[in-house]
Each structure stands twice: as structure tokens, then as C-alpha cells.
């Protein structure tokens, strides 16, 4: 059987990936080995700009329930006094959701699998394994093994998420590229009562203990995680039984005050493959890269894939340049290893198991502050887009994201996703032609109104009036005035409808 695409595997980003796919109309299988979700969870933080895609999706509302705000990590030194805080962004939100959120996955990826599922031209087999693929100039081919037996089908397009061991990654010969980050931690997660409750720290907190590093996670509701760097001779898997487990914390709980749900011990790796894409397979999530989790961003990086990914492949069937899609691995790829970079230099200050080298950290950190410890944006950690398919002339609000205010629709506050949808959008400050103005709150003249400013923030901030923005929401090109918006949108129809030689 053919189809316009196979995704491989049905995680997180598999099945967001499926379910934009059937958003744009593309006949999608989606195969997983596993019949059902994992039931511990694994990732625990997502950020404004997945919510945002989510809210695309029309799943937001249903999944909100099961998150709750990130706070303040707070990190304490090698005394135990505090040397930095790692926060959010204040409101007004830039992106209309909680900046950084915990969530619990369980139930959350059992939601995006159900809205995948019912897309129209979506198929989703569980139990189904790839065990062989290979190409050729016109089609994918991939032998599938379920309980009945193998079988071949065939595919335009394949979307490899199958995860840190991928399968077809390895079937590729695509290498993991190191980032020089393999650290041994145990990721323990709790469902705490209220005696336990009243022991632990209100906020996050990362303890830069040299003799045992430990990060502290508030989860949604009454779940708690704590990852705990184990030291040099500590066997990874009898640390995870759970007399040992309750012995590494004994200085916040007794088994009294909470149960364990999970105990895993993991190396925190930094990955990213060489290559993201051999002809007409992508890679995409954990099977492109691995990163570690100190600020909650390894998930997030996979749904950031499939969201660039996907409406590329609808702009080429579409008609636009298949070039485009060249543009996936280099935007992704720059993206991972810029964050990593700023992830792996963070989680290097929190491991440092060096005494005099960590009351070295923690006096630079304090001195960073000016006598006090440094206040630090998640949101500024995440770069933007740094190179890909964005416009000429390069200016410093290209790649970034356009923020997602509050505007009056029929006479109530309503995101303006909900509003414009999530094409190709331009918009401005002032009235434009072909753009949708976004205008003060009450202020004259036509255009939409918005509640907090959060618009002519950003357009007074990067000094242009109109900004040409992609279905992902990252800015493609700015104009300070109407010329200039013509020059941007004509060179970007080139692209997207190229006109065709005569045959």
C-alpha cells in the first residue's frame, strides 16, 4: 500500500508530527512498536511556543489541565547559599500561554495520539515494527512487522521519530555526532502526600553540590522528580532499587511521605546526527538528537522538528521549490547545537565535582550579578533561528519568534492564531498594503486591536513597521516600509510558487 507519508514512531513527535500531516491533508501511517503509552513520565517540561503549536492544533485546551507553571530553579552553590535564579519571562506573555510549563506525559501524549488518530487520511498501526527500509528517486519502501506477519508499503515521504536508538538512523548509517557532554544520573519520580509536601522547597532548585549534584522538579499536582548525579563506582542499576533510592533522599523524605513511581538511571548525553536527511527520509526528536535536560527543553526540540518539517513538505507538494526542504536540517541542526551548547555549559557549572573549582563558579556567578545572584530567562537560553530559509537582507529580528498578543474578535480577547490561523501571515504597525495591521489598545483607524502592547513592543523594539512571518510563527523578513514588504513578499512567492520552465 502506498502513502503520501510513513512516520516511525508514535511518541510526542510522532504524533504531532501525524497529526499536522493529516492538518495539511498529506495520507499519513504512523507505526509504532509499542501498543500503548509508556505509563511513567519522562519529559516534564514544555514551553509557550509547543503550547502555541499545540493551540494550532485545537489540542491546547485539553492538555492545559495536566500542566501547571514552571517556577523559579533555584541554584545554591557548593555552601549551599544561592547563586543564580533560572525564571520565566513576566506577563504579558509574549506567546498567550504560561511561558515554561511541567507537565505529566502519560496522559498528555495519550491525548496527541487520540487527535492524531481521528485526523481524515490518518492510519496508525501500534504493534507494528520497521525492520528494512531503502529508497530510490521515486519512493520509500518499508517491510513492516506486526503480530500477523511482515508485509512491504510504500511512501513519498518518511518522518523517522523513532527515538535515541533509532532504527532508521541506524539502517541509514547516519552517525551521532558528540557534543562532549556523558554524565551518570538517576531520574527519580515521586507522587508526594502532604507530609511530604511540607518538606520540600516550594520552588525548583538545583543544589551545585560538588560531592552529588540534584536537580529538584515541582511537577503538576502532587508529582515531584529529582535527577541525582551518581558518583564515580556507584553501579547505575542498584541505585535504582529503591532502598537506595530513599537513602539519596533522606534529607527531604522518608518513605512515608511519598511513592515511587519511577527510578531510571540514564547518561545524559549531547548528540545530534551528521545528517538529518538522506533523500526522501528525515529524521527527526531523540533519533536526531539528545541533549541534556537542565532546562527542560529535549521534547520541546522534537515538536520544534516536526513543525518546521511539515509545512515545508505541504509547501513543496504544494508547488513551492523542493529546495525548501534543504532548509529543515539547517535550521534544526544549528538550532540543536546552539542550545545544546548553552545547555551543556550550564549543566557543566551544576557538575562540577571539583571543590575549589565550584567556590570559583559560585563567586563568578554572584560577582555575574553584581554582588547578587543573577536572574536568568529560560525563555533567553532558547535561540532563534540563526540561518535557513529566511530573507535578504538579514536583519536581527529574522528568526525569531513574532509574539501572539490578545486581539478584540467579536468583542472578546481572543489569540490571534485563532484569528489569522498559522500560514504565511504579515502583519504591521501601521496600515499596510496586504497586511494586517495590529493596532493599540483603543486606538483609531482599521486594523485589529490589541489588549497589552505585546505587538508595538516588538515593532518598536526591532525599529520596523511590518513583519512577514512563517507558518512555524519564526519572523522570515522584516520592512520598514511598504517598498520594502513588496521586495520581501515577491521574493518569497519565488520560492513558493516558482514559475515552470515550458517543457
Given at each position: 500500500?502506498?502513502?503520501?507519508?510513513?512516520?516511525?514512531?508514535?511518541?510526542p513527535?510522532?504524533?504531532?508530527?501525524?497529526?499536522?500531516?493529516?492538518?495539511?491533508?498529506?495520507?499519513?501511517?504512523?507505526?509504532?512498536?509499542a501498543?500503548?503509552?509508556?505509563?511513567?513520565?519522562?519529559?516534564?517540561?514544555?514551553?509557550?511556543e509547543?503550547?502555541?503549536?499545540?493551540?494550532?492544533?485545537?489540542?491546547?485546551?485539553?492538555?492545559?489541565?495536566?500542566?501547571?507553571?514552571?517556577?523559579?530553579?533555584e541554584?545554591?552553590?557548593?555552601?549551599?547559599?544561592?547563586?543564580?535564579?533560572?525564571?520565566?519571562?513576566?506577563?504579558?506573555?509574549?506567546?498567550?500561554?504560561?511561558?515554561?510549563?511541567?507537565?505529566?506525559?502519560?496522559?498528555?501524549?495519550?491525548?496527541?495520539?487520540?487527535?492524531?488518530?481521528?485526523?481524515?487520511?490518518?492510519?496508525?498501526?501500534?504493534?507494528?515494527?520497521?525492520?528494512?527500509?531503502?529508497?530510490?528517486?521515486?519512493?520509500?519502501?518499508?517491510?513492516l512487522?506486526?503480530?500477523?506477519?511482515?508485509?512491504?508499503?510504500?511512501?513519498?515521504?518518511?518522518?523517522a521519530?523513532?527515538?535515541?536508538?533509532?532504527?532508521?538512523?541506524?539502517?541509514?548509517?547516519?552517525?551521532?555526532?558528540?557534543?562532549?557532554?556523558?554524565?551518570?544520573?538517576?531520574?527519580?519520580?515521586?507522587?508526594?502526600?502532604?507530609?511530604?509536601?511540607?518538606?520540600?522547597?516550594?520552588?525548583?532548585?538545583?543544589?551545585?553540590?560538588?560531592?552529588?549534584?540534584?536537580?529538584?522538579?515541582?511537577?503538576?499536582?502532587?508529582?515531584?522528580?529529582?535527577?541525582?548525579?551518581?558518583?564515580?563506582?556507584?553501579?547505575?542499576?542498584?541505585?535504582?532499587?529503591?532502598?537506595?533510592?530513599?537513602?539519596?533522599?533522606?534529607?527531604?523524605?522518608?518513605?512515608?511521605?511519598?511513592?515511587?513511581?519511577?527510578?531510571?538511571?540514564?547518561?545524559?548525553?549531547?548528540?545530534?546526527?551528521?545528517?538529518?536527511?538522506?533523500?526522501?527520509?528525515?529524521?527527526?526528536?531523540?533519533?536526531?538528537?539528545?541533549?541534556p535536560?537542565f532546562?527542560?527543553?529535549?521534547?520541546?526540540?522534537?515538536?520544534?522538528?516536526?513543525?518546521?518539517?511539515?509545512?515545508?513538505?505541504?509547501?513543496?507538494?504544494?508547488?513551492?521549490?523542493?529546495?525548501?526542504?534543504?532548509?529543515?536540517?539547517?535550521?534544526?541542526?544549528?538550532?540543536?547545537?546552539?542550545?545544546?551548547?548553552?545547555?551543556?555549559?550550564?549543566?557543566?557549572?551544576?557538575?562540577?565535582?571539583?571543590?575549589?573549582?565550584?567556590a570559583?563558579?559560585?563567586?563568578?556567578?554572584?560577582?555575574?550579578?553584581?554582588?547578587?545572584?543573577?536572574?536568568?530567562?529560560?525563555?533567553?537560553?532558547?535561540?532563534?533561528?540563526?540561518?535557513?530559509?529566511?530573507?535578504?537582507?538579514?536583519?536581527?529580528?529574522?528568526?525569531?519568534?513574532?509574539?501572539?498578543?490578545?486581539?478584540?474578535?467579536?468583542?472578546?480577547?481572543?489569540l490571534?492564531?485563532?484569528?489569522?490561523?498559522?500560514?504565511?501571515?504579515?502583519?504591521?504597525?501601521?496600515?499596510?498594503?496586504?497586511?494586517?495591521?495590529?493596532k493599540?489598545?483603543?486606538?483609531?483607524?482599521?486594523?485589529?486591536?490589541?489588549?497589552?502592547?505585546?505587538?508595538?513592543?516588538?515593532?518598536?523594539?526591532?525599529?520596523?513597521?511590518?513583519?512577514?512571518?512563517?507558518?512555524?510563527h519564526?519572523?522570515?523578513?522584516?520592512?520598514?516600509?511598504?517598498?520594502?514588504?513588496?521586495?520581501?513578499?515577491?521574493?518569497?512567492?519565488a520560492?513558493?510558487?516558482?514559475?515552470?520552465?515550458?517543457?
Amino acid at each position: 500500500m502506498h502513502h503520501d507519508v510513513v512516520v516511525i514512531g508514535f511518541g510526542p513527535s510522532g504524533a504531532v508530527a501525524t497529526a499536522l500531516l493529516g492538518q495539511h491533508g498529506f495520507e499519513t501511517l504512523a507505526i509504532d512498536r509499542a501498543t500503548e503509552v509508556y505509563d511513567k513520565p519522562r519529559a516534564i517540561a514544555i514551553d509557550h511556543e509547543i503550547m502555541r503549536l499545540l493551540d494550532n492544533l485545537g489540542v491546547a485546551e485539553a492538555v492545559l489541565p495536566h500542566t501547571a507553571p514552571f517556577p523559579a530553579s533555584e541554584h545554591f552553590g557548593a555552601e549551599g547559599q544561592l547563586i543564580r535564579r533560572i525564571d520565566m519571562v513576566p506577563a504579558p506573555y509574549p506567546m498567550g500561554f504560561t511561558p515554561t510549563m511541567v507537565f505529566t506525559q502519560p496522559p498528555v501524549e495519550a491525548l496527541l495520539r487520540a487527535h492524531a488518530t481521528a485526523m481524515p487520511g490518518v492510519t496508525v498501526e501500534l504493534g507494528t515494527e520497521l525492520v528494512a527500509i531503502s529508497q530510490d528517486a521515486d519512493r520509500v519502501t518499508l517491510r513492516l512487522r506486526d503480530a500477523q506477519g511482515e508485509r512491504e508499503v510504500t511512501a513519498d515521504t518518511v518522518i523517522a521519530c523513532d527515538g535515541a536508538s533509532s532504527f532508521t538512523r541506524s539502517a541509514l548509517g547516519i552517525r551521532f555526532e558528540d557534543l562532549v557532554f556523558d554524565e551518570p544520573w538517576l531520574v527519580v519520580d515521586l507522587r508526594v502526600g502532604e507530609s511530604g509536601l511540607r518538606k520540600l522547597p516550594a520552588n525548583a532548585a538545583q543544589f551545585c553540590d560538588p560531592a552529588r549534584p540534584i536537580t529538584y522538579i515541582v511537577g503538576p499536582g502532587s508529582h515531584r522528580r529529582f535527577e541525582i548525579m551518581l558518583n564515580a563506582g556507584e553501579d547505575p542499576k542498584a541505585m535504582q532499587q529503591p532502598d537506595a533510592v530513599w537513602a539519596l533522599l533522606s534529607r527531604w523524605l522518608s518513605p512515608g511521605d511519598a511513592t515511587l513511581w519511577r527510578a531510571a538511571s540514564y547518561r545524559f548525553h549531547a548528540l545530534v546526527a551528521a545528517e538529518w536527511r538522506k533523500g526522501r527520509i528525515f529524521l527527526a526528536g531523540d533519533a536526531a538528537h539528545q541533549q541534556p535536560p537542565f532546562i527542560g527543553q529535549g521534547m520541546c526540540q522534537g515538536l520544534r522538528d516536526v513543525s518546521n518539517l511539515v509545512w515545508k513538505l505541504a509547501a513543496v507538494r504544494d508547488g513551492a521549490a523542493p529546495a525548501l526542504l534543504d532548509s529543515y536540517a539547517a535550521e534544526r541542526a544549528q538550532h540543536v547545537r546552539t542550545l545544546t551548547a548553552r545547555i551543556k555549559k550550564i549543566g557543566q557549572q551544576i557538575c562540577e565535582r571539583d571543590p575549589v573549582a565550584a567556590a570559583a563558579r559560585d563567586a563568578a556567578l554572584i560577582a555575574q550579578g553584581g554582588g547578587t545572584p543573577p536572574v536568568v530567562t529560560r525563555q533567553e537560553i532558547v535561540p532563534p533561528l540563526e540561518t535557513g530559509f529566511l530573507a535578504d537582507p538579514p536583519h536581527p529580528a529574522q528568526g525569531t519568534l513574532f509574539p501572539q498578543p490578545f486581539i478584540r474578535y467579536q468583542g472578546e480577547w481572543v489569540l490571534m492564531d485563532r484569528v489569522l490561523g498559522h500560514g504565511w501571515r504579515v502583519v504591521s504597525i501601521g496600515e499596510m498594503p496586504g497586511a494586517t495591521r495590529i493596532k493599540p489598545h483603543g486606538a483609531e483607524g482599521p486594523g485589529l486591536e490589541e489588549r497589552d502592547g505585546i505587538v508595538a513592543a516588538w515593532f518598536a523594539r526591532h525599529g520596523v513597521r511590518a513583519a512577514l512571518i512563517r507558518p512555524d510563527h519564526y519572523v522570515h523578513g522584516v520592512a520598514a516600509d511598504a517598498a520594502a514588504l513588496q521586495s520581501l513578499r515577491a521574493a518569497l512567492a519565488a520560492v513558493l510558487h516558482p514559475v515552470k520552465e515550458p517543457a
